[in-house]
């Protein structure tokens, strides 16, 4: 993840914030039952170890626009809201694609899956419970993250477009994720405009542009300002998560947080792999795309294919036209200086992890 210039008492702030948000979870479900209980500790793991990046763009955002200091306490408060939002999608991403684990530790439907075993359930009923876990987990986490925003202490009209940009996230994010299983399962082929809207939808809006303008609302920051940086968080957002196909495909195991070529393994229906299709070199492509799942010599030949397709370059300069787009709009802009240079720093930061 792209690492934010920021002071030691912002990200103290932030934390501070977010525990606060846990423990209050964990004072309501430690009201209601063992099995309430087990769900708030596993909900506090799943939130635990992020690098924190999104709240740390809203205050970056806050603070490089000269937000006042008598909005600081709700600052913090809704910056955790964004980490809190991003937790639950993690969490709710983990039952759809039937993890278990997360950081080569249980995850929340990992923890219950054990818990049902635990209690003499078989390997249906273990996952049964898993995924209910999981997915409540996440819903206690989405509800917690509007909370956050709907209790601060804030002007209502600024309550009120906060909680409208957090709405935005939610739906945008989901709608996305369901493209993108859809796409999955679908056995025809998809269009190169589908797979670019869904990778945008599942990461650009509450990774970037919401964050981004969660802090610009706070600062007080003017419509002009506020569009801006909307659209430099889509761009941005949308380079991002096409530089992760990249390193999905081609990045080394440290780089991915997971086994190197993964997301060839799994045959995931990314960009790449729609401009693979185009290439006449597709057969080939796909020859060893299917053999992929059966061990590294055949992932290194699968990325070989798709490199003398022309596919990875191609997504490359598809990378670089994008930042170059979110550059264009930071100069067009009449973002202060000091906000202008965090923005373009982050161009460069997603720049910087092209494999």
Not at 136 to 152: C, I, P, S, T
Not at 211 to 236: D, I, K, T, W, Y
Not at 267 to 294: C, F, G, M, Q, Y
Not at 317 to 335: P, Y
Request: with cysteine; proline share 3%; charged share 25%.
């Amino acid at each position: 993840m792209i690492a934010l210039a920021t002071t030691p008492a912002a990200r103290h702030d932030i934390d501070s914030a977010i525990e606060g948000a846990l423990a209050r979870l964990d004072r309501r479900l430690g009201e209601l039952g063992d099995g309430a209980r087990a769900l708030a500790s596993a909900i506090r793991r799943a939130a635990e170890g992020g690098k924190r990046f999104r709240p740390l763009l809203v205050v970056s955002a806050f603070d490089t626009l000269g937000g006042p200091d008598i909005a600081r306490p709700a600052l913090y408060q809704v910056a955790a809201a964004f980490e809190l939002l991003h937790t639950a999608f993690v969490v709710h991403d983990d039952v759809i694609d039937h993890d278990v684990e997360r950081r080569g530790m249980p995850n929340v439907g990992g923890e219950f899956r054990s818990r049902g075993t635990e209690r003499g359930a078989d390997a249906a009923g273990a996952a049964l419970l898993g995924d209910a876990a999981a997915i409540l987990a996440g819903d206690l986490l989405l509800h917690e993250a509007a909370r956050l925003v709907a209790m601060a202490e804030i002007p209502a009209d600024v309550r009120r477009d906060l909680l409208l940009l957090v709405e935005d996230a939610v739906l945008v994010s989901a709608a996305g994720e369901l493209a993108d299983v859809e796409n999955a399962v679908s056995a025809g082929d998809i269009d190169a405009d589908t797979i670019l809207r869904t990778t945008h939808d599942k990461t650009a809006v509450y990774s970037f542009s919401a964050p981004l303008e969660a802090g610009a609302v706070l600062a007080g920051a003017e419509a002009p300002v506020r569009h801006a940086l909307e659209r430099f968080g889509q761009r941005l957002g949308l380079a991002f998560q096409l530089v992760d196909d990249l390193i999905g495909a081609f990045g080394s195991a440290a780089t991915a947080g997971k086994d190197e070529g993964s997301d060839l393994r799994e045959a995931k229906k990314t960009h790449l792999i729609v401009l693979a299709r185009e290439s006449e070199h597709w057969p080939e492509v796909s020859d060893a795309l299917a053999n992929a799942h059966t061990g590294p010599v055949a992932i290194r030949a699968a990325q070989s294919a798709l490199s003398a397709s022309g596919a990875r370059v191609r997504l490359e300069h598809l990378v670089r036209d994008t930042l170059d787009e979110a550059r264009g709009i930071v100069a067009a802009s009449t973002l202060p200086e000091e906000c202008q240079g965090m923005l373009l720093d982050l161009v460069d930061a997603v720049q910087e992890r092209v494999p």
